[in-house]
Every structure is written in C-alpha cells, then in structure tokens.
C-alpha cells in the first residue's frame, strides 16, 4: 500500500479547534490522501475554525437543525456518512472526543468495516451521565476504535483497564496545543471592540462559560449569584462572561447579569479571539472541557464549575481546581485567587500536563505505521 486514503469527521467547534492541526499535518505527508468531512452539528462556530485554519471540507452534511435533538443528529450523521464512505471509501476515519458527531462518525464507519481511529481517547469521569452524553459518547467510541490516541499517561491507563490492546494506544499529547502555537499573539487586537477597552494591565479579568446541560437551571443561577458576589466584593474584578447562544443558559444569565457594573456579557467567541482572551486573562472559571487543557498552557489557574471532570491531570498538577456549582463554594474559591497572591502563583506556576506541540506529528506517524507505510518509532508525549 504506497498511499492512504484518511477522512477527519468532525461537527462542532471544539473538534474542529483539535482536529485542524491534525488535518494540516496529514495534508503535508505524500502518503496520505487527506479528506474532510464536516456535520455542522454545530454551523456558525464550526465555520470560523475553518476560515481561521483555512480548511475547506470536501464534504459538509450541514446537519444542524433548530432544537435538534441527539436522536436527530445521530440519525442524520449515520445517514449523511454512509453516502460519504460510500463514494470515497477512506482507508480509516479520524473522529475526535466525545461529541455526538463522533459516536455516531465511529459507528458508521464500523457499519462499513473502516478503520477508526480516535483522537483524544481515554477521557473518563467513570459516571455515564456526567458530562452527559460526552462520557458515553467517548467510551463507545473507544469500543470500536482501531487506534487510540490518548493525550496523557492517565487517559492510556483508562484505556489498558477497559481490555484496549496496548499495541493499539499512543499517548501524543492534546492536540490543543498544537493549535494555540498559532492562534496566540502577543500584542493582539480582538476583533469583539468591547474587549479591547478593558484595562487587562490594571483590573483582574475573570474569563467565564458555562453551558454545560447538567448546569442548566440551578447551576447556572448559582453561577451567576456568585459572579455578582465576587464582582461586588472586588473592586479590581471586572468579568467577562462568554455566554452561549442557547435561551437556556442566555436567558437566565442576562436576567441576572445585564447591565451590573464590571461585567461584559458577550457571545462566544472565534478560536483565536478566544485563546488570546485567554492569555490575557487573570484567571478563568469554565464548564468547558477545553478550556481546562488550553488555559494551563498559558499559565492561567482555572476553577472548574463542576462536580466531576474527566482530565484529571490538571487537578493533580495543580493548575485547576474542581469547585462545582454551589454559590458559596464559588465565591470562596475565586476569592482566594484574587485575593492571596502565593496561592495563585502556585496555581499559574504549575507544569501544564497536556501536550508540547507535536500531538498531531505522532498522530501521523501512528498511522503510517499501522499501515505499514513507515517503520519509524513513535516517541510518545
């Protein structure tokens, strides 16, 4: 076999963040026929990834639907990529995390006997309905993989316990941080004006999201009252709040938050609007998966508005602390961020334990090596 044909299937944002290094890094090797398939489980944040990192899908399902539900997004990728695998009949498939898109990317190439390979395997928080449905979503995946590509030690360890050969794991770093090499500037100028006329030098920014189901309802008001808290005892505080797009989460945090002193209250932000947000920040407080791998690379504590997280990493190396959902717990927590200067540093200072840049360059030799194409060592993150 002198080349392979390699699909990526991604359909939200946050894959299509992880997964554009990669695709950049298949599309340089001359053995590999890279194509592109997109679901748009997600449409408008999709699509800034793929102008920031120049990627035209060779396929686009254009899924999304209002008020789509899970039983319709499965339905619709299992239907879209069968007609797509039947035209093209790639050699393995790439699918990434825990999304919907990729349970149902996973599964529709098994249907049709390709290989799949997953990026970012080996994620656990070992309870099938937090976060839900990522967590299922993710082992499923993992059960028809042919290739694993776990971004820690912890995530391979994850895997061996569930009977995964270990011949068939890499461990090769996030691919996250391959992607903020070139997303991050120094001197940046945000696109969102708002951004631009906050004293980031000055004030203690705090960058927000929460969106996450298991918060809806009580959690996010509880999320909020804190914010208002934290805000009114901190006079060098200002927030801003990236708030998600869904009425679910809008409406209750705009009843509570528009128009209070010191904090913004914007729509998501694109990718690298976001990661240099991120990098200018004083601290951030997330939901968010992601944003618990992307902030420690720039050495910003977070505080996890959740019970459970599946990377676990970054608790125990001290860059991100689990604080859940209760007000009080909240407060007290930023509160010593702001306010104790040697428990921050110990925080910001602590080694980021997801990646160095070369996630997607051992992807691509995993691969080339399982198709016998190159014999050369894979030397794992």
């Known amino acids: 076999m002198n080349t392979i044909k390699i699909m990526t299937i991604f359909g939200t944002r946050p894959e299509a963040i992880k997964m554009a290094p990669l695709v950049k890094e298949l599309e340089k090797d001359k053995n590999i026929i890279s194509k592109v398939c997109v679901t748009a489980q997600h449409r408008e944040m999709l699509d800034q990834v793929l102008d920031l990192f120049d990627i035209v899908p060779d396929y686009d399902l254009n899924i999304m639907k209002t008020k789509q539900t899970l039983t319709g997004i499965t339905n619709r990728v299992l239907e879209g990529l069968e007609e797509v695998f039947d035209e093209e009949k790639p050699d393995m498939i790439l699918v ?34 937090f976060p839900f449905p990522e967590e299922m979503n993710r082992k499923l995946t993992g059960a028809i993989a042919d290739l694993h590509f776990a971004p820690t030690k912890g995530s391979k360890n994850n895997l061996l316990r569930e009977g995964i050969n270990e011949h068939d794991i890499y461990v090769t770093g996030n691919t996250v941080i391959d992607a903020m090499q070139h997303t991050v500037e120094e001197n940046y100028v945000f696109e969102q004006e708002e951004l631009n006329y906050i004293d980031f030098d000055n004030k203690k920014v705090i960058m927000i999201t929460a969106h996450r189901r298991e918060n809806w309802g009580e959690g996010i008001e509880n999320i909020c009252d804190a914010l208002n808290e934290i805000v009114a005892k901190n006079n060098d505080v200002e927030l801003v709040y990236l708030v998600h797009l869904n009425p679910v989460v809008k409406d209750v945090v705009f009843s509570k938050l528009e128009g209070k002193e010191r904090i913004h209250l914007l729509p998501p932000l694109d990718t690298k609007q976001t990661h240099n947000l991120i990098n200018k920040s004083f601290m951030i407080m997330t939901d968010s998966g992601g944003l618990q791998e992307e902030a420690p690379h720039l050495g910003k504590p977070v505080l996890v508005l959740r019970d459970v997280t599946e990377r676990p990493e970054a608790v125990e190396s001290g860059t991100v602390k689990l604080v859940g959902t209760d007000k009080d717990t909240i407060i007290r927590e930023a509160n010593i961020l702001i306010n104790n200067e040697a428990e921050y540093i110990k925080m910001s200072k602590s080694t980021n334990p997801y990646g160095d840049g070369k996630a997607s360059k051992r992807i691509v030799k995993a691969i080339l090596k399982y198709f016998a194409i190159s014999e050369d060592e894979v030397h794992e993150f």
């Open 96 to 129: 990434h995390g825990d999304t919907t898109t990729t349970f149902a990317g996973g599964l529709a190439a098994f249907y049709k006997q390709i290989k799949v390979g997953h990026v970012e395997a080996g994620l656990r928080t070992f309870d099938k309905y």
